[in-house]
């Protein structure tokens, strides 16, 4: 059995986070969308806006830098829309994940973060995040920064066996305001 050093939790972690063949797991809240005040359609059905297709694309470099294996994504358009740039840089396919649904219980979440394969990138939203990481961390995983709950957050989850142990968030990506009137 591995013990952990004494004092282990002082020691520097964060190049466990930048391993290529890391066990890792990513959980992105989807990119900025058009608001749902003006849209007439039905919500499932709402695309990004100008804006938060900037913020997917940034999310994607950032992203297309690891090792990622598979894309699941809530079938809200614009959480498959938020992996449709990560999903063309690393020639993978944007498969829907029902569980990844808004206004969905979190309990399934946490069941596919357990059975997707390491390097899993997962988007849904801003109800289902927050409560997944809160229930991470009532399971004992250790919180790295300060919670971000923005739009196209990354939250990075390190997993070791059919655990979660740690993990950080990546703030939204920040946007020149020139990139951000197109």
Known sequence: VDCPPPFAHRRDLSEDFTMGKSAEIYLIRH??????????????????????????????????????????????????????????????????????????PF???????????????????GDIIPAVINALVRRGMEVETPPDWGKASVWVLRRKGDRITRG?????PVLSAKSTKK
């Open 31 to 104: 990119s900025k969308a058009g608001e749902r005040r003006v849209w007439n359609g039905q919500d499932v059905d709402r695309p990004l806006s100008k804006t938060g297709w900037k913020q997917s694309q940034a999310v994607a470099r950032r992203l297309s830098k690891k090792n990622i294996t598979a894309l699941y994504a809530s079938p809200y358009v614009r959480c498959m829309q938020t992996l449709e740039p990560l999903g063309q840089l690393a020639g993978l396919p944007v498969q829907p994940e029902q569980r990844l649904f808004e206004d969905e």
């Open 107 to 125: 309990e399934p979440v946490l069941a596919l973060i357990n059975e997707v394969e390491d390097g899993s990138v997962l988007c849904s939203h």
């Open 168 to 172: 950080k968030v990546w703030p939204p």
